[in-house]
């Protein structure tokens, strides 16, 4: 038998959830804009000086060097989302539990309830 839906959500730490919102919406939002400017394969990024074919080495390393650091930001920038994402997830989940805990008892408690209301009905039967 499956719960209405309004007792599933209710027990749903909402105040949590709306709490970390914005910061995973503001992760979200900067990944996907960072993720959206990404550069074809063949394209530099705008923030990364361009190379000329002949440019020495000493300048291709450090044209290199700058993108590792944005490749390295961006990363770091995508764990955190993961990482905040995966907190709101745990609480979630954690509350999923809370509710299966309390439907298990309820079921419990609705079997004892029937068992109890069929030997009163049974007893005023047989009186």
């Known amino acids: 038998m499956a719960a209405p ?28 804009q960072k993720v959206g400017k990404r550069p074809a394969a063949d394209d530099t990024p705008a923030d990364v000086p361009a190379t000329p074919a002949g440019a020495s080495p ?6 290199v ?4 650091a944005e490749s ?3 990363q770091q920038e995508g764990a955190e989302l ?24 309820l079921g419990v ?6 068992l109890i209301g069929a030997g009163a009905l049974a007893a005023t039967l047989l009186r």
């Not at 599933?8 to 992760?27: C, E, N, Q, R, Y």
């Not at 000493?58 to 044209?63: G, K, P, S």
């Not at 060097?65 to 590792?68: I, M, S």
Request: without cysteine.
């Open 5 to 32: 839906w309004s007792v599933l959500f209710s027990a749903i730490p909402w105040s949590d959830v709306i709490a970390h919102a914005p910061t995973v919406a503001k992760g979200a939002k900067k990944l996907w």
């Open 58 to 63: 000493e300048a291709r390393l450090a044209a």
């Open 65 to 68: 060097e700058a993108r590792l």
């Open 72 to 74: 390295d930001l961006r």
């Open 82 to 105: 993961l990482a905040a994402l995966a907190a709101q997830n745990a609480d979630l989940v954690r509350a999923v539990d809370e509710l299966q805990r309390r439907t298990r008892l």
């Open 109 to 114: 408690l609705l079997g004892l309830a029937l």
